[in-house]
């Protein structure tokens, strides 16, 4: 089906739309201590070049101007409109006092690993994976084992016998599960998230899920929680990270969420996460997030449409220029993962990238040794950069021939 740029679409984009030059912001100024070159046009980091929906804008105006910033607790209508959008976006039943809070997905990562295994345990991730999960095990001296997730025809599948054959040597500890999975973009099935529940079970490992892109619904495919599966039969053996701060560009007001259904576990995870950090709830964060949830479904659905129609650019304009480059197919996140393989060599990659193109991307070998032909592009953005990103990609690939 062909996205188009509706006049409702085109006000959106015109209303919601910043230039965020000189703002301090990680993805546009700091382009020449990360990339060498302040020039180029960019596509990493993964937020937004658009404003947060108005309600959520006018909850924190209304803050700021009460101005206090102290020690705060978090509402019960927080923690209500958080359920509410679970069950109504995504079928979820939640139970308030599963719930923790924490400044950041990332941070929890670092935490989960350091809660439920011990120095030198192995704990398993599938690779090519957003390059934090692999940080958060070395950084805490343990061993990574990944298993490489296979580029196939029908799109980027689990390799469940090497996964079974790693579980069955009885040495991973944890599982960190990354669903959907940035950056490959896939929304993992029912299935297939049945199978890897049932086998960390089968062998006795704990997973932990980050769904923090669980919104971002980009094709047909729907999202599905690990805490559904299979009728919630697996609740006990996970715990699920995942935030508002993805969904509506929130990412620096710091306000994440824990789920964990197993009361011992919650025990547990009470009694260790006292000896890291007493984290206290950050009071904007929460503000921002409530209003999100309780007012922010048109803007969601708006902003869909907008990534749908950038990647259709993307893809129509590969297409057209070098069908050969081989573009991940885009079922969740807003990040999309290109195999320039077929035109450009490995050590090639940045120069062409960012010498020939003009661009500034994620590159490949950050998700994975295994990926070093691959380009991350952002697509959470205004749709002439995603225009003139295919063009200049296009054009240059083109070139090569
Ligand atoms: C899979 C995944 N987890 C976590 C994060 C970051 O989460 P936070 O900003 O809450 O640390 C990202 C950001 O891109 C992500 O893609």
């Known amino acids: 089906m062909t996205i188009v740029l509706t006049p409702s679409l085109q006000e959106f984009i015109q209303d919601h739309l910043v230039d965020r030059q000189h703002t301090d912001s990680l993805k546009w100024d700091a382009l020449a201590e990360r990339f060498g070159d302040p020039s180029l046009l960019p596509l990493w980091v993964a937020d937004m070049e658009f404003k947060t929906p108005l309600a959520v804008r006018q909850a924190l105006i209304q803050q700021v101007e009460h101005g206090v910033f102290g020690y705060s607790l978090v509402p019960d209508q927080y923690i209500n409109t958080f359920i509410a959008w679970q069950q109504k976006r995504h079928q979820v039943t939640l139970q308030a006092d599963w719930l923790r809070f924490d400044q950041g997905v990332v941070n929890s990562l670092y935490a989960m690993v350091n809660w439920l295994t011990k120095l030198n345990d192995q704990v398993l991730i599938m690779t090519p994976v957003y390059y934090p999960f692999i940080n958060s ?63 960390c079970h089968r062998y006795h490992v704990p997973v932990v899920a980050d769904e923090i892109h669980q919104d971002f619904e980009i094709g047909s495919q729907k999202f599905t929680s690990v805490l559904t599966i299979a009728n919630g039969r697996y609740q006990n053996e996970v715990v699920v990270l995942n935030a508002p701060s993805k969904t509506f560009n929130l990412a620096s007001l710091l306000n994440s969420h824990v789920i964990i259904p197993n009361p011992e576990w919650r025990q547990q995870y009470d009694t260790f996460i006292k000896t890291i950090h007493q984290t206290e709830n950050s009071l904007l964060g929460q503000i921002a997030g409530q209003a999100a949830y309780e007012f922010g479904g048109p803007w969601l659905d708006q902003l869909l449409q907008v990534i749908r129609y950038n990647y259709q650019t993307l893809t129509n304009t590969l ?13 969740g996140t807003y990040l999309s993962y290109l195999n320039l393989a077929p035109l450009i060599a490995a050590d090639h990659i940045q120069d062409f990238v960012q010498r020939q193109c003009g661009l500034a991307v994620d590159y490949g070998r950050w998700f994975s040794p295994r990926t070093p032909t691959y380009i991350r592009l952002n697509l959470a953005t205004d749709p002439a950069i995603v225009a003139t990103a295919a063009e200049h990609l296009a054009t240059q690939l083109a070139l090569l021939r």
């Open 319 to 331: 297409a057209d220029h070098c069908p050969e480059i081989q573009v991940s197919t885009l079922e």
């Open 137 to 199: 095990i070395k950084d805490n001296h343990r061993q990574v084992v990944s298993v490489d997730l296979i580029a196939g025809d029908n799109g980027w599948q689990i390799d469940f016998d090497r996964f079974e054959a790693v579980l069955s040597q009885g040495q991973i500890k944890l599982f960190i599960l990354c669903s959907p999975h940035n950056p490959v973009g896939r929304i993992w099935t029912a299935t297939e998230l049945e199978q890897i529940l049932a086998l």
